[in-house]
T-cell receptor
Framework: LAKTTQPISMDSYEGQEVNITCSHN???????ITWYQQFPSQGPRFIIQGYKTKVTNEVASLFIPADRKSSTLSLPRVSLSDTAVYYCLVLLSGSARQLTFGSGTQLTVLP | EAQVTQNPRYLITVTGKKLTVTCSQNMNHEYMSWYRQDPGLGLRQIYYSMNVEVTDKGDVPEGYKVSRKEKRNFPLILESPSPNQTSLYFC????????????FGPGTRLTVT
């Protein structure tokens, strides 16, 4: 069963835009793609969720192509406090609606 | 304050000694779930519950049990813990299912020796 794939780590500088992509080629047809942020010693925290095209909220944007086999989380003008692990979450097609988190991307924002 | 609480936060135990990790939410959420987090493996779902008395297996259910007798509580039971269950455990809840925003507890770090 195919899983989700994310880059293991990314570095950026303060003020830059960061894009993190998650591949999920077995996504269930009618389910959402959700991204979470996790700081050390804390539980994950919801960032953004979408089904198709583009979604934007006060902290991020989410881009989803028409085939929905990937999604890109975009963080505008990152700051040091955005250093965290970012996970995509999808429901994979098939039996039992298997819920799958990506393996996470460690984003390090440098001064 | 809307929150998910877990107890204990830290636990060291020995192989075979039954233990329970409690999880409680005060948001009247239908959906609750347990995850374990291990280095290099990310978050993996153990069990989930869509409603009271309705539970189902996630990705890695072996060695765990759950129950959902009340909407607010979703305890995780390890009947005979083994060292490979040493992990960081998170409980989460959402309004009506995994497609809704999940609220995570602070985590329980379990060590089985």
């Amino acid at each position: 069963l195919a899983k989700t794939t994310q880059p293991i780590s990314m570095d950026s500088y303060e003020g830059q835009e960061v894009n993190i992509t998650c591949s999920h080629n077995n996504i269930a047809t009618n389910d959402y793609i959700t991204w979470y942020q996790q700081f050390p010693s804390q539980g994950p925290r919801f960032i953004i969720q979408g089904y198709k095209t583009k979604v934007t909220n006060e902290v991020a944007s989410l881009f989803i192509p028409a085939d929905r086999k990937s999604s890109t989380l975009s963080l505008p003008r990152v700051s040091l406090s955005d250093t965290a692990v970012y996970y995509c979450l999808v429901l994979l097609s098939g039996s039992a609606r298997q819920l799958t988190f990506g393996s996470g991307t460690q984003l390090t924002v440098l001064p | 304050e809307a929150q998910v609480t877990q107890n204990p936060r830290y636990l060291i135990t020995v192989t075979g000694k039954k233990l329970t990790v409690t999880c409680s939410q005060n948001m009247n959420h239908e959906y609750m779930s347990w995850y374990r987090q291990d280095p290099g493996l990310g978050l993996r779902q153990i069990y989930y519950s869509m409603n009271v008395e309705v539970t189902d297996k996630g990705d890695v259910p072996e060695g765990y049990k759950v129950s959902r007798k009340e909407k607010r509580n979703f305890p995780l039971i390890l009947e005979s813990p083994s060292p490979n269950q040493t992990s960081l455990y998170f409980c989460a809840s959402s309004l009506a299912g995994p497609n809704y925003e999940q609220y995570f507890g602070p985590g329980t770090r379990l060590t089985v020796t």
